[in-house]
């Protein structure tokens, strides 16, 4: 994993608990004590009444394509999977999160918008898992 | 000629707020220290975050901002001019405030300069939202960010490949008309869906250019408008708003809702309906966003704008005579693209557009994202 050649996120303290739960193989969000509201990505308050009562949870996992792209171009560790799915995902408590759909054809034939998907945990280096989706399988 | 005298005691400060902690804060990031002034001077102006629809920062950028924050202001001011920006932003929230364009405005700062949380790191940015939450996943540049949304509205409006090409292909053809122009030889729906693809659905020929170049303007007051060699062309309304920076976090990838904002505070300024429009210039960093655009001005419903492209009304002869340039797709896209789009507007009210000049051109519109959609501003400029 040392020779992982792509982006990694650096966590900061507002956020470090999402990444340790990935970590973990758990999808840790935010939820809004006052207006119930997930919400994505970590920060102090919650973003849509800006009440500061908010607590950690860990979700389902599934979710839906809410749009994506398939990338043709690209350069560094990425230039040698293309082309490839870049998604927006509709988690069932309702955040959006900016992610890969893998294992299924990157063609929009088998990509398809709405498509019910689930999380897989992607553990690119020892302490970065990505929180990639994959079709809901059986 | 207007006189800053009366703006004298027009505007005051009625929330004020530090952080709670300062000095050596390593568990609170850049972004973090910006918010919690925001939430804790809203709260000693016994206010609410949704009350506020101005913002001003520097630094940080006013759309990260917005996006943190959860507000979608119809003022920015991103003004950054080292540490007494904040100054300046107040004198320019009293112009704004006096004219309209915003009632109450929240200006932030916020910044790690000891500890360093949350300014970036290594790996250009991969400390703050974007870089831990979009740069992972193999995004390079507009053409995989800028496009994004695109295939929510092709499936909840049915848009097709076809009618988002024929975009490029009208543009094209007022290309043809202009010398400047880079790009001039005719094409067709099916060379754009021909072209090399790039990131699906966008082929080469949806993509914009990459060139060099530069624009400006001069303004002045009514009282001296007239005192000039070319004749005046008039601002009549402006707006703006934003609402996110990182493209996944726009709230409605099937319509640009802040565009939306930006038109109606253009319209209302302006004090015309749309049909008092002789001419746009919809920024295209990609033939999805004059798409994108025309919805989010009402210029038609949303979802039609596909069958509305598709039946080439804003080509040359069509009844709707947008991107008269070239556009950023075929005549020059130096980065930000948005000053191309003004200079066309100006040269087509002032006449001088030559063989591509629209014949009766009085009031012209211009709208232009900034980033993936992030800024919506829209100008109503007229001759008359
Ligand atoms: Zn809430």
């Known amino acids: 994993m040392a020779d992982y050649n792509k982006p990694l996120p650096m966590p900061t303290p507002e956020t470090q608990e999402f990444w340790d739960g990935l970590k973990r193989e758990e999808l840790r969000i935010q939820q809004c004590q006052d207006c119930n509201q997930h919400y994505f990505y970590p920060r102090s308050f919650c973003p849509h009444c800006h009440s500061t009562n908010v607590e950690w949870t860990t979700v389902s996992g599934k979710g839906t394509v809410e749009t994506f792209v398939i990338n043709h171009r690209a350069m560094g560790g990425w230039a040698e999977e293309v082309p490839y799915v870049v998604a927006v995902v509709s988690l069932e408590e309702g955040p959006r999160m900016l992610t890969n759909i893998i294992n299924i054809e990157p063609d929009p034939e088998h990509v398809q918008v709405d498509m019910p998907v689930e999380i897989v945990y992607d553990a690119v280096t020892d302490e970065i898992t990505l929180a990639k989706f994959q079709p809901v399988t059986g | 000629m207007p006189d800053s005298r009366a703006l004298s005691h027009k505007v005051a400060i009625v929330g004020a707020a530090e952080t709670e902690g300062l000095g050596k804060l390593p568990d609170t990031s850049m972004l973090e220290l910006h918010a919690e002034s925001a939430l804790r001077a809203v709260a000693d102006a016994g206010l609410q975050m949704s009350d506020i629809d101005g913002f001003a920062t520097a630094g940080a950028s006013p759309a990260q901002l917005t996006e943190y924050l959860g507000i979608a202001p119809r003022w920015v001011d991103g003004t950054s001019l080292g540490g007494g920006s904040f100054l300046a932003h107040v004198g320019h ?36 939202p974007g870089g831990q939450f979009e740069g992972p996943f193999g995004l390079f540049g507009p053409p995989s960010t800028f496009s994004i949304p695109v295939a929510r ?11 988002i090409a024929a975009v490029s292909v009208a543009t094209r053809q007022w290309a043809e008309k202009n010398p ?52 005046p062309i008039w601002v009549l309304g402006r707006g ?21 904002l930006s038109g109606r505070e253009a319209f209302h300024m302006a004090d015309v309906d749309h049909s008092a429009i002789d001419h746009a210039m919809f920024y295209d960093a990609f033939s999805h966003t004059p798409m994108y655009a025309l919805e989010a001005l009402g210029f038609v419903e949303k979802g039609e704008s596909g069958p ?49 000049q ?27």
């Open chain 2, 308 to 356: 509305f492209f598709a039946e080439m009304r804003t080509a040359p002869g069509g009844d709707f005579p947008m991107n008269t340039n070239g556009g950023g797709l075929s005549y020059t896209h130096t980065g930000m693209y948005g000053m191309f789009a003004i200079q066309e507007s100006v040269a087509q009210l002032r006449g001088e557009s030559g063989d591509r």
């Open chain 2, 240 to 260: 703006e708003a934003t609402q996110h920076t990182n493209v996944s976090m726009m709230r409605d990838f099937a319509f640009w809702d802040h565009g939306a």
């Open chain 2, 93 to 128: 929230a009293v112009a704004a405030i006096t004219a309209g364009y915003a009632d109450t405005v929240l200006i932030t700062h916020g910044e790690s300069g000891r500890s360093r949380v949350g300014v970036g790191g290594g790996g250009g940015g991969s400390a703050t």
């Open chain 2, 180 to 231: 400047r122009a880079m790009m001039r030889d005719p094409i067709t729906v099916q060379d754009v869906l021909d072209s090399r693809m790039v990131c699906w659905p966008f082929h080469l020929l949806n993509c914009c250019l990459v060139t060099d170049g530069g624009g400006a303007l001069v303004l002045v007051s009514e009282e001296r408008a007239d005192d000039f060699p070319k004749k």
């Open chain 2, 358 to 384: 629209v014949d009766g051109v009085e009031t012209g519109i211009v709208h232009a994202p900034g980033g993936m959609f992030s800024l919506a501003a829209t100008l109503i400029l007229g001759n008359q």
């Open chain 2, 153 to 163: 509205h092709m499936k909840d409006f049915g848009t097709t490949e076809e009618q």
